[in-house]
Each structure stands twice: as structure tokens, then as C-alpha cells.
């Protein structure tokens, strides 16, 4: 399969441009949006942090052991990922695939682990409707672990889609979501985790 | 892009290849197929919501005609789809999607198989729309707005569950749709320009789409999130907003939510429809845009302030007195730079040789009412007056002022206008200025009398005026509007029959550019093929409105020309 | 069509809507004007030839944006005057201002239910929390001349309790306490109707001002809520006229 250049002019035709190519362009409009939903769910939680003194006393009861370990587990998959970008640029594509499989897999051990920390919370009677810190806890870490299983998806996506083409964009834009739901979990972390 | 340029280079070396009738029609990439499908369902949802307008507007006459929460449900989901499922879906993705690359100069998005899949999502959001209307329980009866606590415990309150759940489904996925079409128009227009386009030789409608694409981008994620905390508060039981004794909820932060997208996304339409009447009053009367530079500026001056002035729906409903006086005063304030724009869309037609063609009579039409729908937002921004008229008919006639001028008005100007492009055909002119002068009459004859009632305090989603003395005397206002508006969506009605035949039937126009135009996509041919250019690609060499600038035999010059592809250097 | 206006401060509030609207109707008037003035005068028939400049009598139409501006800064001003009036300064400092000018005032607590308004009142003592406090359904009796002190909530969901002849109208919220004045100036039985739609019945949850003279406000007080004859001869009183 012969590679497709990812040229930002191309041949036959030129355009006028912002200094982008248009597929990392396109690729941070879509994550500017992401920025401000969960940048805004994030921050009301901060702020509901900051009034209410039963935070802490509920914070407690989760738990630092797995969510630490789910932390390696994100911070592994950025490295996968970064690793799979590297061997994009040197058109090693089989390399390209190894890593990504290895960043999916952190993805969907992310939330296996996800979902056991949740059935022990569940079963301790820590639900979503006990209070406000619970609501926020699952709402956010709830949302945070669908955008984690969402970039597993799209790394399986990507992966696909190399077999036919072989754009090293397409891969750089997966690391940058991956990076960008590990970027969020570094705020919810400490949020609900480190007290 | 050099995936679309080895397209290109395989279809000039190959030939053109047939593609089935599912690629071509129906999960089509091509921009122009895809625009036409959400104009397509677009009008659809304007039926459903229009007959649901006539069918309460039938109860206000003669009440009793509708249940009490039939008539809620109706008056909630004609709000809902005219806004989401008609406004957005035409302006943004049908006439966004079908002129932006034609107006550049581009092939197509930047993004094809992201437009299709946005197409789709949409659609699946109408059908679990309407899906929603009809569940057992009943549909949604608690406004557009969605306020809790009324929506947040549907069960208790309207007895629809299931109902409520699935509106705010539909809602999510046009959310979706939208932002996924978002991402496309933003893209497109910033990297997939014709040699020669500059920013500041942009026609005013990509500027406007660009604009309108960037302001739901980032109004709308706070309510996704509020969104989603509603839908928890339904299903799980959550305390987000709902209210009970020693819990936490606060139903004022839904509207928060609500208004800070709700407000920029007015804008969100309205930027579109400007766009429109700029291209269609250039066009006819000759002339370019007064003060191009100034109505972009005041545009985006516009677009950033709408982010300030939301909390003007909430004035009387529980927020600081000081915090309103602020928002009261960014809302006035922000009719300046409008005023501005519409300044100079009215000296647009000054000096020009002024052609009434259906086209331009709509377009004229808008900007005339959308005047009134300016001036009649002061009295709602002023917050002392809007203690009287918060919630009552003032309103209603201001954004059917508003809002109908946008949707109905300017895109009915778009479609006589870009219809010999789109279709290689034209729809009757005789025709169409009869359609103008009686969707004119009719719409005031609804729209106007509804100031009168918000004078007389006359509260709004009211089943019946007859409950309260001080309305009764003005039931014969009610029986007004109500005919009126039937006789509004009977002209609509045959208008889409004539348009559909029309399609099909209509005289043909071979002429590229039959009304003279200036910018790019009257270079093309009517209709389009797919990747639009063929062996040519567009050069741009001037500002998009040269009209009446030499006086010669012609009296406009086309913004580009077109160039065969063998005579570009490979970059 | 203006409801008539009962109270005393209902004037900052008319003032207002009379000159934005005025204002407004004033405004496109003359928009319209130019406008067709403009469509007339540059219609393809009288000039063929598009002019390769704008006049320049119209080129002066962009000083409406000026006019705007000034009309807009005035609107607000009087606009936030009027709202200061009746909702920045603190309640408790308007009671203040009306007991030092001599002037008197009652206080109510108002509850929006799906689908009635309940008024609880303090009773012949003035307090609330003492035996004689009462409820009332859909009735607000309230005496001429005095300032009412409204504080109010809701029992489920959201409601706006409006009342048109006194100029008021603020929203009822659950787990909130809003509130509202006004001071009526004029005995008569005038409407309230809801302002915030609450469900199936919104449309008819209908509740009256009753406003009454000082002498029968203290025999209706006296024993109320169980004297009904006050109430009763008003009515008559009314449908007479």
C-alpha cells in the first residue's frame, strides 16, 4: 500500500491558509470544546469543594490505592502513545501499531479498574444520590471514565484506519486526546483522591 | 488536503466512476448531497413544529380543542424544534454546508466523512425527537426552557418520564451533530481557501457561519454538562437541581446553564441569516457591502458580548438585583454594534439599482422586521420594564420578530436565491413575489398583535386568555392571530410544493450565474458536480462585492476566475 | 392597554416601558422611513446605473448609530433608577424608611402551589409565629395606603407571582425565599396570575388582591379569617359600581 504524503500544500492546487495543517487544526477546535465541558464540570466541582466543609469527611472513603494505580495506568498509556507518534514519523508502521494496541489496552484497563473501585463504593452504600460530594465524585469521574473508554475506542479506531492509510497525523491526534483525558484526571485526582 | 488532492488526481486520470445510489444519495460525502439532506429534514421538523404552532394557536382561539398538558407539550416541543431542529439544522447545515466550499473554492470540508456522520446524528436526533413526542406517559410539557424543578421530577410533575428522557436525548444528540458540523465549517474556512482569499475577502456569509460556529462551539459545552446533571436528577434521584427538604439542589443554576448557551446561540442563528441577506442585497441592488470592515468587527465585538448579557432572562427569577443592573446594561449595550450592522446592511441598498426578485423581496422583508425585533428587545433588556413584561406576550413578539425573521425569512431569501445553483432550475418569479408579499402579511398578522397583549400583561403559555378578567376583552386578538397563522402555514405549504416541483419541473437555468453575482460559487456550474471544480481549480483576485465599481458596460466583476489545473506550479 | 396602575410606585415602572417603547415605535418609524425612502429612490427603474459611491445625504443615516447610543444610555438610566427603587435597596432598609416617614406597612408570606396561591398572614399582631397567624387560598386582603411586604416561595416548582395592576411581579422558587413590595393606593378586587410556567394548570391558578379601605381592613382584621361579612359587603360594593 503506497503511503499518502501529508503535504500542507498540495500538488495541483494550492491554498490560503493559516499556518495549520488542517487536520491538527480541526483536531483542537473539537478539543477546545472538550476543554470547556469538562474544564467547566471540573471547576463547579472545585468550587463545590471549597464551601462545603462534608467533603472531607467523605473523601476519605475513596480509595487512594486503586485510583493511584489507575494514574500509572493513564501516564503508561501517554507514554505509549507518544512512542507510537515517534515511530509514525519514522514510517515504522508496524511499531506504530504494537504501541497504540498497548495504549488501547491501558484504556480498557483504566476502566475495568474504574468499574471494580465503583462496585466496592456501591456496596459500601456510597451512592450518587448520598450526597453532594458523591453526586460530583461519580458525575465527574464517571464522565472522566466514558472520555477514557471514548480515546480506547478512537486509538482502535486509528488503528484501523492505518491499515489502508498511513497518516502520521491521525496518530498524533489520538496521542493528543489521550494526553488531554490524562491532563483532566491529573485535576480530578488530587480533587477527589488526596484528602 | 492531499487526501482530497489524490482524489482529484484520480478521478482527472480515471475518469469519473458511478457510485451507487446509496454512496450518491444517501451516505453521501459530498457537501452539496449532505446540505440538502439537513434542508430536507430541516423543513420536515418546520412542518411538524408549524402544525403544532396552528394546533395550540387553534386552542387559544377556541379553547378547549387541546388538553391542558397537550397544549403545554405543544407549545414546548414548537419551541424545541424550531430553534434545534429547524433554525440550526437549515442556516448551519444546510446552507453552511452546501456554499462554504463552493465559496472558498475548496472541493469539499475539510472533514467529509465527519460532515456525513454529523448529518446522521442529526437525523437520529429527529427521530428520537419525535419519537419522544409520542410515548406512552406523554411528551414533555414543561417549556423549551426545561426549567427544573418541573423537569427535573417529570414523573411527579407532568407524569412524563420516558418522555423527558428522550427530549433531552435528542437534544444531546444535536448538540452533537452540530458541534461535530462545528468543527467542519471552522476548519474549512480557515485552511481550505482558494489562491488569492484572504480573510478580509471572505464574503460576510462565511465570516458569519465561521462566527456562528465558534459561539455554539463554546456556548453550548456548559449546558451539555447541565444536560447531563438534569438527566441524573432524573434517572438517579441526583439533587443537582431538584429541590427537597435538607438537600442540596438549586434549580437557578439550570438556568445559568440554560441562558449562557440560550443567548449566544440567538446569535448562533442569526449570523447565518445576516449572511444571507448580505449576499442576496449585494447581489440585487448592485452595490457592495457598506463598511465590510465595520460589519465583521461589529460582528465579532457582537459575538463576544453575547457571552456577557445571558442572565436578561432571569432579571425577576431570584438572582442579584446588582448582578441584573450589570446584565442589563451589557444587553442594551449590545444593540449598539447590531445597530451598526444594520446600518450598514440598510446603506447597502443606497445608491444601488434596486431588483425586487423573490429573493431580494424576502431578504428586504427580514431586514425590515428584524428592525422591530431589534427595537422591541429594550424594552425586555431594561430591567425595570422587563418586571412587567418578563413572561409575558412582549416577549413572544419579540422573538417571533426575531427568530421567525431568521429562520423562515432569510432562509426562504437563501433558497430563491441559490436555488438555480443548487438545481440547475428556477422557481417561478411571479410565483415568488406573490409568496413574499402574503408570508408578509400573514406573519405580522401573528406577530404584530402579540405586542398588544404583552402591554396588557397577557402571561405567556397560557392554554386560554378567558381564565383572567383583565384578558378576556382581547380574545378577538387571539382569534386574529390564530387565523392568520393558518393562512401563514397554507402559503408556506404550497410555497414547498412549488419548491419541491419546482426541483424537478422548474424552468431551466444553464447560465451559471444568472443574477450577476460576484463570488465563487456562481463560477461553478448549476448544479455543481462532485468535487465541484472538475479540471479547473479557483484563483481570487479581488474583494468578494466589485458591483458599480467602473461603470463600464458591466457593471460587477467576479471575485476569482477559474484556471486549468495544468497551467498551477506544483508547489 | 396598560392595566391601570393602583400603586403608588407603579409610575417608575410605566415610565420606563412608555419610553422604550415610545422610543422604539419612534425609532423605526423613522428607520422604516429611510428605508423606503431608499428603495424607492434607487429602484432599478429610476436608477439603472448602480452609483459608484453612497451619497453623501445618506452617508449621515450612520449618526442613527449615535442616537442609539444616547437613547440606549438614557433608557438605562432611568431603567436602573427604577430598579433601584424596588429591588437593590435592601428590604429591610426600605421598612425603615417607611416606619421613619411615618407611613405603615403589613407584611405577608406568599407560597406558589401547583395550582393555588397560599397567603399566610400574621394576624391582628403583626408578628409571625404567633397564634393568630392565618392562611388564606387565592386571597391577598391587603389595607389602602400601607406598604405590603411580600416574602415568597414555592411548595414544588418554579412560579412568578404577578400582579399586573401593581406593577410587581418576581418568581417563587422551592428552597428559596424571594421577595416583593408594592403599596396599593386604590380599594378594589384586582387579579394575580402566575408568571412562570408550572405544569398543567398554570393557566388558571388565579389568586386575588383585595384591597381595602383602612376602617374595613381593621373590622376584616379583627377577626379574621373567620369574619366573612367584611369581604362579603366589599364584593357587593364592587359588583355595584
Known amino acids: ?195 | 488536503m492531499s487526501q482530497v488532492a489524490s482524489v482529484v488526481g484520480h478521478h482527472l486520470e480515471s475518469g469519473e466512476h458511478e457510485m451507487s445510489f446509496i454512496r450518491k444519495y444517501i451516505f453521501s460525502t459530498d457537501h452539496k448531497t449532505i446540505g440538502k439532506q439537513y434542508l430536507l429534514t430541516g423543513v420536515v421538523m418546520a412542518i411538524f413544529g408549524g402544525a403544532l404552532a396552528i394546533f395550540f394557536r387553534i386552542n387559544l382561539a377556541n379553547p378547549g380543542f387541546l388538553t391542558d398538558s397537550q397544549y403545554n407539550a405543544f407549545v414546548t416541543y414548537h419551541g424545541a424544534i424550531m430553534f434545534f431542529w429547524v433554525a440550526m439544522p437549515i442556516l448551519l447545515g444546510g446552507f453552511g454546508n452546501m456554499l462554504i466550499p463552493l465559496m472558498i473554492g475548496a472541493r469539499d470540508m475539510a472533514f467529509p466523512t465527519l460532515n456525513m456522520i454529523s448529518f446522521w446524528t442529526f437525523f437520529l436526533s429527529s427521530v428520537v425527537l419525535v419519537i419522544s413526542f409520542f410515548v406512552p406517559g406523554g411528551a414533555f410539557s414543561g417549556g423549551w426552557t426545561v426549567y427544573p424543578p418541573l423537569s427535573a421530577d417529570p414523573e411527579r410533575f407532568l407524569g412524563a418520564n420516558l418522555g423527558t428522557v428522550l427530549f433531552l436525548l435528542a437534544l444531546a444528540l444535536e448538540f452533537a451533530s452540530m458541534l461535530m458540523g462545528g468543527v467542519n465549517f471552522i476548519t474549512t474556512s480557515l485552511t481550505l481557501r482558494a489562491k488569492g482569499l484572504s480573510l478580509m475577502r471572505l464574503p460576510i456569509f462565511v465570516w458569519m457561519q465561521v462566527l456562528a460556529s465558534l459561539l455554539f462551539m463554546f456556548s453550548v459545552t456548559p449546558l451539555i454538562a447541565g444536560a447531563i446533571m438534569l438527566l441524573l436528577d432524573i434517572i438517579l434521584g441526583t439533587h443537582f437541581f431538584r429541590v427537597e427538604a435538607g438537600k442540596v439542589g438549586d434549580p437557578i443554576l439550570w438556568q445559568h446553564l440554560f441562558w449562557f448557551f440560550g443567548h449566544p446561540e440567538v446569535y448562533v442563528i442569526l449570523f447565518p441569516a445576516l449572511g444571507i441577506l448580505f449576499e442576496v442585497i449585494t447581489t440585487f441592488a448592485r452595490r457592495p457591502v457598506f463598511s465590510y470592515k465595520l460589519v465583521v468587527y461589529a460582528s465579532i465585538v457582537a459575538g463576544i458580548l453575547s457571552f456577557l448579557v445571558w442572565a436578561h432572562h432571569q432579571f425577576v427569577a431570584g438572582i442579584n438585583p446588582l448582578s441584573a443592573t450589570g446584565f442589563s446594561i451589557t444587553t442594551v449595550l449590545i444593540s449598539v454594534p447590531f445597530s451598526m450592522t444594520l446600518v450598514a446592511m440598510g446603506l447597502t441598498y443606497a445608491g444601488g439599482s434596486i431588483r425586487f426578485t423573490p429573493a431580494m423581496l424576502f431578504a428586504t422583508f427580514a431586514f425590515a422586521m428584524f428592525i422591530i425585533g431589534g427595537l422591541t428587545g429594550l424594552p425586555l433588556g431594561a430591567v425595570a420594564s422587563d418586571i412587567y413584561f418578563h413572561d409575558t406576550y412582549f416577549v413572544v413578539g419579540h422573538f417571533h420578530y426575531t427568530v421567525f425573521t431568521i429562520a423562515v425569512l432569510s432562509t426562504i431569501a437563501g433558497v430563491y436565491h441559490w436555488f438555480p445553483k443548487m438545481f440547475g432550475r428556477r422557481i417561478n418569479d411571479t410565483f415568488g413575489k406573490i409568496h413574499a408579499w402574503l408570508t408578509l402579511i400573514f406573519y405580522n398578522g401573528f406577530a404584530f398583535p402579540a405586542f398588544f397583549l404583552g402591554m396588557a400583561g397577557h402571561p405567556r403559555r397560557y392554554a386560554t386568555a378567558l381564565e383572567f378578567g383583565f384578558l378576556q376583552k382581547y380574545q378577538w386578538i387571539h382569534e386574529l392571530m390564530t387565523i392568520s397563522s393558518i393562512l401563514l402555514l397554507a402559503t408556506q405549504i404550497i410555497f414547498l410544493i412549488v419548491f419541491f416541483y419546482s426541483i424537478f419541473a422548474g424552468k431551466e437555468e444553464t447560465e451559471p450565474n444568472p443574477w450577476k453575482s460576484t463570488t465563487l460559487e456562481w463560477l461553478a456550474p448549476s448544479p455543481p458536480p462532485h468535487l465541484n471544480w472538475g479540471a479547473f481549480t479557483p484563483v481570487v483576485e479581488r474583494g468578494p462585492y466589485e458591483y458599480a465599481s467602473n461603470g463600464k458596460d458591466v457593471d460587477f466583476i467576479p471575485q476569482g476566475r477559474l484556471v486549468k489545473i495544468e497551467h498551477m506550479q506544483k508547489a | ?241
Open chain 3, 1 to 241: 392597554m396598560l392595566p391601570i396602575d393602583i400603586s403608588e410606585h407603579g409610575y417608575l415602572v410605566d415610565r420606563v416601558i412608555k419610553f422604550s417603547v415610545g422610543g422604539g415605535v419612534i425609532i423605526g418609524i423613522v428607520s422604516f422611513a429611510i428605508l423606503f425612502y431608499i428603495l424607492w429612490r434607487f429602484r432599478r427603474s429610476k436608477n439603472p446605473t448602480p452609483l459608484s459611491d453612497v451619497p453623501p445625504l445618506l452617508k449621515k443615516v450612520v449618526y442613527i448609530d449615535f442616537v442609539m447610543i444616547i437613547f440606549d444610555l438614557i433608557l438605562l438610566f432611568v431603567s436602573t433608577y427604577a430598579w433601584f427603587i424596588f429591588f437593590i435597596r435592601p428590604v429591610e432598609k426600605i421598612k425603615k424608611e417607611v416606619v421613619d416617614k411615618g407611613e405603615k406597612f403589613v407584611e405577608v408570606k406568599v407560597i406558589g402551589r401547583q395550582f393555588f396561591w397560599t397567603f399566610e398572614y400574621p394576624g391582628k399582631d403583626g408578628k409571625f409565629g404567633t397564634p393568630d397567624d392565618f392562611t388564606l387560598g387565592n386571597v391577598l386582603v391587603v389595607p389602602e395606603n400601607h406598604y405590603v411586604f411580600v416574602k415568597l416561595t414555592a411548595a414544588d416548582v418554579i412560579h412568578s407571582l404577578f400582579i399586573p395592576n401593581v406593577r410587581v411581579k418576581y418568581d417563587a422558587i422551592p428552597g428559596k425565599e424571594t421577595h416583593l413590595w408594592f403599596k396599593p393606593t386604590k380599594s378594589g378586587k384586582y387579579e394575580i396570575a402566575c408568571a412562570e410556567i408550572c405544569g398543567e394548570m398554570h393557566y388558571r391558578m388565579k389568586a386575588y388582591l383585595v384591597v381595602l379601605s383602612e376602617e374595613d381592613y381593621k373590622k376584616w382584621i379583627e377577626n379574621a379569617p373567620y369574619e366573612v361579612s367584611v369581604l362579603k359587603d366589599f364584593e357587593e360594593k364592587i359588583a355595584k359600581k
Open chain 1, 1 to 195: 500500500m503506497e503511503e499518502t504524503k501529508v503535504l500542507d500544500r498540495v500538488e495541483y492546487e494550492e491554498y490560503e491558509s493559516i499556518p495549520v495543517s488542517f487536520r491538527k487544526f480541526g483536531f483542537w477546535i473539537f478539543l477546545s470544546g472538550e476543554i470547556v465541558i469538562l474544564g467547566g464540570i471540573v471547576a463547579s466541582g472545585i468550587l463545590f469543594r471549597l464551601s462545603y466543609p462534608e467533603w472531607f469527611a467523605n473523601s476519605e472513603h475513596t480509595n487512594f490505592i486503586i485510583s493511584s494505580i489507575n494514574t500509572l495506568v493513564l501516564l503508561t498509556g501517554s507514554l505509549t502513545a507518544v512512542l507510537a507518534h515517534k515511530y509514525a514519523t519514522f514510517h515504522d508502521w508496524n511499531k506504530v501499531q504494537l504501541f497504540l494496541g498497548l495504549t488501547a489496552l491501558c484504556g480498557f484497563t483504566f476502566v475495568g479498574i474504574k468499574f471494580i473501585e465503583y462496585s466496592i463504593e456501591i456496596h459500601h452504600g456510597f451512592i450518587p444520590t448520598r450526597n453532594v460530594f458523591w453526586m460530583f465524585y461519580f458525575g465527574i469521574t464517571g464522565l472522566h471514565g466514558l472520555h477514557v473508554l471514548a480515546g480506547t475506542l478512537i486509538i482502535i479506531g486509528v488503528m484501523i484506519y492505518l491499515r489502508k492509510k498511513k497518516v502520521i497525523e491521525a496518530v498524533e491526534n489520538a496521542g493528543l486526546y489521550w494526553h488531554f483525558v490524562d491532563i483532566v484526571w491529573l485535576y480530578i485526582f488530587p480533587l477527589f483522591y488526596l484528602t
